[in-house]
């Protein structure tokens, strides 16, 4: 279990000479096996917090604990690392050999694994992500989509328990958007990892258990993506842009209540409109 | 243009060369240099030449690799050739105005122009046989002996790993900033030297910009996968001396020995 415990962070902006609350006063437990939806608009801390629960940034007040430990102990920040990998947004920033294989290793041989223990890693991570036949490819040769399953391969070689994406298909074209989803999506049912998907898709948020949604630093709204989308007065309010299903479905029950108004997909949709 | 450089060109194959150890190829590159120079007669010269010509040959590698790497250096070649035969004293054979060509700049001419251009071919076959994955690992272990004398040798290998993988990105990104600013009027091609120069400026700066921020992101990448530099670091490949390396030291132990043997023929 990942917990937040009143997280504040502080940050000095050389530009204005001030001093910005990224994160303000949050508290949250992300438990095993839950795949966490956390959205906001940009500058809202989402970033930020991210960085936190992996010790890249530690807190100006509060705690985070990783598995009961502290990411502020110096002593254990390669356990708190291999514990919770981070894909970042730049496919292109974050793959760091010449070919596929030896940056999947790259991870496993930092943490000082033996070759051959790292080769069944590397083995493994690729096919998890369908990656197998680029293996001896040169990074620059592949899609964005690609280079994003690789560093995802990168990460479950050290074989975290927690999975934190910081905004992993921003940069990517819809086809390699939905790599990313599926691959994020059967690494959370099938290998039991916990995904914490730090996104401004709403369509990413309607797959997962939990929705947080973050505004100046705090969490304003977090449930069931059925619950969040309700308030979809709110969400725009917040520039976030709510799938056209979930807009259509408040307004109809805006005019009519019978129709429910926590529809998310389209199927959902005319099962209520025609059942 | 970027991409007619042959050094850092791997091309896969399975030759025996393909196979070497990297450490044995580069201490024979170096050897191979050192007997280049040694040998200072025709006898030795030949035997360099038909023993560059086996190694090629071993290596299947086609001969338009080769020739695209001496086309690169082939403004050095000819300007060496050039001196070495027109400033060379000696013996004149041939005078127009202040250019003399002599007997012995003929000499040093197909000398040095020999040597340069079987150099860039040697050190073709090492980069086209070697990834530059097991070239930096090769250079680090090589290095590591220096490590006490505070040699970076995992940092250097790591600063050379990642320079090679951001060659292609950077390449790119150039290339797209160019049609950009050439979309809204720059122009890279006219002027003079100064002129061109300062066209270069609007380039040069978001690519800058750009290889700043993306060495940030690296580096955070990186950290958040448990980098710590070369301490208790292990390879996915680790690098292991075979039967094959031994020979090879071997035969270059005789090729060195061979080129001073030349010298007294």
Not at chain 1, 59 to 68: H, K, L, N, S, W
């Amino acid at each position: 279990m990942i917990k937040l415990n009143h997280l504040t962070h502080i940050f000095y902006k050389e530009s204005t000479k001030q001093e910005v609350k990224a994160l303000d006063d949050v508290s949250l437990e992300i438990h095993e096996g839950e795949h966490i939806a956390v959205l906001g608009h940009n500058g809202c801390g989402k970033s930020t917090l991210a960085k936190h629960l992996n010790a890249l940034l530690l807190p100006t007040e509060g705690t985070v604990e990783v598995d009961a430990v502290d990411t502020a102990s110096e002593a254990d920040l390669w356990t708190i690392r291999q514990t919770v990998g981070m894909v970042f947004q730049n496919p292109d920033n974050q793959l760091v050999a010449t070919t596929v294989e030896e940056d999947v290793a790259f991870g496993p041989e930092n943490m000082g694994m033996e070759p051959s223990i790292i080769r069944k890693r590397v083995d493994e991570a690729l096919e998890a992500v369908g990656m197998q036949e680029y293996k001896d490819k040169g990074p620059h040769l592949l899609s964005g989509g690609q280079k994003q399953r690789v560093a995802i391969a990168g990460i479950i070689a050290m074989r975290p328990k927690y999975i934190v994406f910081d905004e992993p298909t921003a940069m990517l074209d819809p086809l390699g958007r939905r790599e990313v989803m599926e691959t994020m999506q059967r690494l959370n049912k099938e290998e039991g990892i916990t995904i914490i998907n730090i996104t401004h898709f709403m369509e990413e948020a309607v797959l997962a258990d939990r929705v947080i949604v973050m505004e100046h630093g705090r969490i304003v709204l977090s449930g069931t993506p059925k619950e969040v989308f309700t308030h979809v007065d709110l969400l725009k309010r917040m520039q976030l842009d709510v799938p056209p299903v979930v807009e259509l479905a408040a307004l109809l029950h805006k005019e009519n209540k019978q129709i429910a108004a926590d529809l998310m997909t389209i199927e959902e949709m005319v099962k209520e409109l025609c059942p | 243009m970027l991409k007619d450089i042959t050094i850092g060109q791997y091309l896969p194959g399975n030759s025996l060369l393909h196979k070497l150890d990297p450490r044995t190829k580069i201490l024979a590159v170096l050897l191979y240099m050192i007997a280049l120079f040694v040998v200072n007669n025709f006898w030795g010269l030949g035997a360099m030449l038909i023993l560059s010509i086996v190694v090629i040959l071993i290596s299947k590698i086609p001969l338009r690799f080769f020739f695209r790497g001496i086309k690169a250096i082939a403004f050095i070649v000819l300007l060496t050739v050039a001196l070495q035969m027109f400033m060379t004293p000696g013996e004149a054979l041939w005078q127009w105005g202040f250019l003399t060509i002599t007997k012995e700049g003929i000499r040093q001419a197909i000398f040095m122009g020999t040597r340069l251009l079987l150099l860039v071919s040697l050190t073709s076959i090492l980069t086209l046989t070697t990834t530059p994955i097991s070239l930096t690992d090769g250079i680090e272990n090589l290095l590591k002996p220096f490590q006490r004398f505070g040699m970076p040798a995992h940092e250097l290998a790591m600063m050379m790993t990642i320079a090679l993988r951001f060659i292609p990105t950077l390449v790119e990104e150039t290339e797209k900033i160019m049609q950009a600013q050439a979309a809204r009027g720059a122009d890279f091609e006219s002027g003079n030297l100064v002129e061109r120069a300062k066209a270069m400026i609007p380039l040069l700066v978001p690519l800058f910009l750009n290889a700043f921020k993306r060495a940030d992101e690296l580096a955070m990448a990186m950290e958040a996968r448990c980098y710590h530099g070369g301490e208790n670091r292990t390879r996915l490949k680790a690098l292991k001396y075979g039967v094959r390396d031994v020979v090879t030291g071997v035969l270059c132990l005789c090729m060195i020995a061979g080129a001073f043997f030349t010298r007294f023929i």
